[in-house]
């Protein structure tokens, strides 16, 4: 079992930055891949990044490749998301997740473990 926790939203300038981070807990944390997908007000959720268990490889979707960073730190059980160079559009509700397999992170495929996740609102 794994439960996760999101922090790190708020409100920030168009331009600026923010880091969100995903605490998990559980012993096998290590063994996920991990990711983050956000949802705005009316729209459906879209994938945003994911890395896998030893941060070796990660995918981005395109609307955020080279703005956004995935990182974890598997001795504090953690995954960031380091966004960059904000824009409105990105103004959603931000989600962890984590899933035995890197693959098909954007395909739909239902994940083992969400948070609840947390408001990321860019101001233009």
């Known amino acids: 079992q794994v439960q996760l926790v999101e922090s790190g939203g708020g409100l920030v300038q168009a331009g600026g930055s923010l880091r969100l981070s995903c605490a998990a807990s559980?012993?096998?944390?290590?063994?996920?891949?991990m990711g983050w997908f956000r949802q705005a007000p009316g729209k459906e959720r879209e994938f945003v990044a994911a890395?896998?268990?030893?941060?070796?490889?990660?995918y981005y979707a395109d609307s955020v490749k080279g703005r956004f960073t995935i990182s974890r730190d598997n001795a504090k059980n953690t995954v960031y998301l380091q966004m960059n160079s904000l824009k409105p559009e990105d103004t959603a509700g931000f989600y962890c997740?984590?899933?035995?397999?890197?693959?098909?992170w954007g395909s739909g495929k239902p994940l083992d473990y969400w948070g609840q996740g947390t408001q990321v609102t860019v101001s233009s």
């Open positions: 559980g012993r096998t944390f290590s063994f996920y891949a």
């Open positions: 997740a984590a899933d035995r397999l890197i693959t098909g």
């Open positions: 890395i896998s268990y030893t941060g070796s490889t990660t």
